[in-house]
């Protein structure tokens, strides 16, 4: 007598392969052309259970963008952490972190990003950049904190700055247009974004040097 025997997965586990296996299928073969029934083949489960942890396509969207939000959150734990950074440093390798995300692991991911930009997606798009946003807030505070101890800032209210540039960030990010400018254009803007960044943190002009970040945030945001 021959026994099969059923292998269950704990329902988390299971969830998370779909995820995964839908962010391949997208990455692969854009989000357009990969159906439901392409997921649930790749992962070998029965089309219902799909419909079980989601109630259409677009919550892969969803799903799979609060990955990269805890990975990038990850990151930027540990860069607050490390001791022998100043506060400059934080924020440079912060900037790095978010422009390598999405800069170095190729075309298929800045494809999957670049859904959120589609009108019908916005929706998703807003509430995950405030949902980031809130997460790192406390880093961002910590980071503040520091350089006014090293007399890089000078401020005495870093929560209220914090949650200041991160909204101003959240509005910038949910409203941009692609393509979003000529080259003289997104100089201009740079420029005129650094300079409120000094001007609040009360950094002596030019010292946080961010024109380069916000240069290859343009050109990768341009490559969509």
Do not use: C
């Amino acid at each position: 007598m021959i026994f099969i025997v059923r292998i269950i997965k704990d329902p988390e586990e299971r969830k998370e392969e779909i995820i995964n296996a839908a962010e391949e299928l997208f990455i692969a073969k854009g989000y357009e052309n990969t159906s439901v029934n392409d997921i649930v083949a790749k992962v070998g489960v029965a089309k219902g259970l799909f419909y079980y942890y989601f109630k259409a396509k677009e919550e892969i969207l969803n799903a799979i963008s609060q990955k990269y939000i805890q990975y990038i959150t990850g990151k930027i734990k540990k860069i607050v952490e490390n001791e022998e950074a100043n506060a400059i440093e934080k924020i440079h390798r912060i900037l790095e972190t978010i422009i390598n995300q999405f800069g170095l692991q190729g075309k298929g991911i800045k494809r999957l990003a670049g859904l959120f930009n589609r009108e019908k997606n916005m929706a998703i798009h807003s509430r995950l950049a405030t949902k980031m946003a809130a997460e790192i807030s406390p880093y961002f505070v910590s980071i503040i904190k520091q350089g006014v101890r090293e007399n890089l800032f000078k401020t005495e209210h870093p929560e209220f700055i914090a949650d200041t540039l991160l909204m101003w960030a959240v509005s910038l990010h949910n409203t941009i247009k692609i393509p979003i400018g000529s080259g003289s254009e997104i100089k201009l803007a740079a420029q005129a974004a650094e300079e409120m960044i000094e001007r609040i943190l009360g950094a002596k002009p030019g010292s946080l040097n961010l024109l380069k970040y916000f240069k290859s945030i343009s050109d990768e945001l341009s490559s969509f």
